[in-house]
């Protein structure tokens, strides 16, 4: 069973950078399509990015194209979300999810959160002005 474990949140300056990790305790994480999503307080959990199994394709909401990056190690079986030019309104929790079948590509399907089964507990990111 995956097991997800979310790090890398902190606090940071308007303009900072900061790169999210998610790692499966359980080393099963490689065969999986996988999601980050965020919430903030007083809203929905919104989509922010997915990679394919493989990692050679991904998916992001447009408006943080160029901005974040999804990438993972599946040698490490951790997913990255790399997060540059950071804005007070990306101040969150950050959820990354395991797709609810395996070996899939990243394709729009994977903006819903119907599309995942297993997620993390979340790391908080605050991005202060």
């Known amino acids: 069973q995956v097991q997800l474990v979310e790090s890398g949140g902190g606090l940071v300056q308007a303009g900072g950078s900061l790169r999210l990790s998610c790692a499966d305790s359980e080393r099963t994480l490689s065969a999986y399509a996988m999601g980050w999503f965020r919430q903030a307080p007083g809203k929905e959990r919104e989509f922010v990015a997915a990679i394919g199994w493989t990692g050679t394709s991904t998916y992001y909401t447009d408006s943080l194209k160029g901005r974040f990056t999804i990438s993972r190690d599946n040698v490490k079986n951790t997913v990255y979300l790399q997060m540059n030019s950071l804005k007070p309104e990306d101040t969150a929790v950050y959820y990354c999810?395991?797709?609810?079948?395996?070996?899939?590509?990243?394709?729009?399907?994977?903006?819903?959160?119907?599309?995942?089964?297993?997620w993390g507990q979340g790391t908080q990111v605050t991005v202060s002005s």
């Open positions: 999810a395991a797709d609810h079948v395996k070996f899939r590509s990243a394709t729009r399907t994977m903006r819903f959160i119907s599309e995942y089964d297993y």
